[in-house]
């Protein structure tokens, strides 16, 4: 079954076309080293929980948008192979994020999961 590196992400609604612009640039170099679908979600029913919740977790802010997003790939070694050609190309294209990258990385949640349902 497929295997899907997941991310939450805080991102300042001002930045909100900087982040998709850099979306959309990394995508297709994913897409060509195995990825079979990337997503990216800009949240609009995300409520602020008291224990747990996802703006908690990135801890955001009042201007800040909450962005789940997800990169499928067929298998985990499809992945590892896949996902370290698509940062070499990036890193060498100057980069995957911009030096003004539009969010704090330092709160980005990411984890790499096995599919098990898929319905």
């Known amino acids: ?7 939450v992400i805080a991102v300042p609604t001002a930045k909100k076309d900087a982040y998709l612009d850099m979306a959309r640039a990394v995508a297709p170099v994913f897409r060509k080293h ?3 679908s990337v997503v990216e979600c800009w949240g609009e029913d995300v409520p602020q929980g008291e224990l747990t919740s996802f703006p908690l977790a990135v801890k955001a802010t009042p201007d800040e948008g909450v962005v789940f997003s997800w990169i499928v790939w067929p298998d985990k070694a499809t ?3 896949g996902n370290a050609k698509a940062i070499a190309e990036l890193e060498e294209a100057g980069g995957m994020m911009p030096d003004d990258t539009p969010f704090d990385t330092r709160r980005m949640i990411m984890g790499g999961f096995d599919m098990v349902v898929d319905q």
């Open 1 to 7: 079954m497929s295997y899907v590196d997941g991310f």
């Open 79 to 81: 992945r590892d192979k």
């Open 34 to 36: 195995g990825a079979t």
